[in-house]
């Protein structure tokens, strides 16, 4: 929108605010000066965004066969399921992961759905440059540092490239088990020896663009016990851009 504002001729700082969806903005000391318009060009800035969560997984690995109950505390929108979740997921687990539910067998829990990711809260700085013929050997090393098997290596890779390939290069940036908990929580009862949860963000990387991205520190676990694995993925459409502005008097 178009507003005008009278002041005394003078310097004042100016605060805009459109909602809690936006970045509010202020501005420096401005000289106004008597007599004058001076215009000032506001552009306001998602500060959340908006993101299909793509396939999470869940691996679940007892030390023996027994029952377990998962339930996902997804801060958004829970979209389709398989097995099929109706308030969480009640099933018998073997030690070599497979489920079953509902007179049927499964590899692994599957869901996805909807979150807003706080772009404030994310160092969007820090990740990987990926080129397209690297995007195999990339993940194949990340993905075992981080302490995923075989399977669950080529789960993943098989998922996402086919996917990213598309782009001469990728800009990847991981959420581990914590901050990922903080948008999608897992309540697993038994509660489990070791849980390792990934979820990649990712967008296509601009020519030009993105080219100081500080490489990102990977988490890793040991399995040990009840371990429980979970990894997903969101294709965002661009890295957010975060400013950070310093009123002065």
Known sequence: GLFDLTVKPGKHVFKFYYNKNYYEIATGAIEIAGGYRTPLYIIFHEAETEIMCDKPVI???PQETQEVSIRLDLKGEIGFTYP??????????????TI???DKKYHYLFWDGTAAIDNNSIDWDEGFIVERDSLVPFFEEKLKLMGMNSKEIGDY???????????DKNYIHFMFTEEWNEYAGLDVSPAPDKMFRVFMLWTKSEENKNTQVIPQTIESFEREGFTIVEWGGAEIPRIPVIFDFQASN
């Open 157 to 167: 890779i098989t998922y996402w490239c086919p996917r990213m390939v598309v782009n």
């Open 84 to 97: 099929y979740y109706d308030i969480g997921w009640n099933f018998i687990a073997d030690q070599d992961g």
């Open 100 to 102: 079953h539910m509902n």
């Open 59 to 61: 691996y679940v690995y």
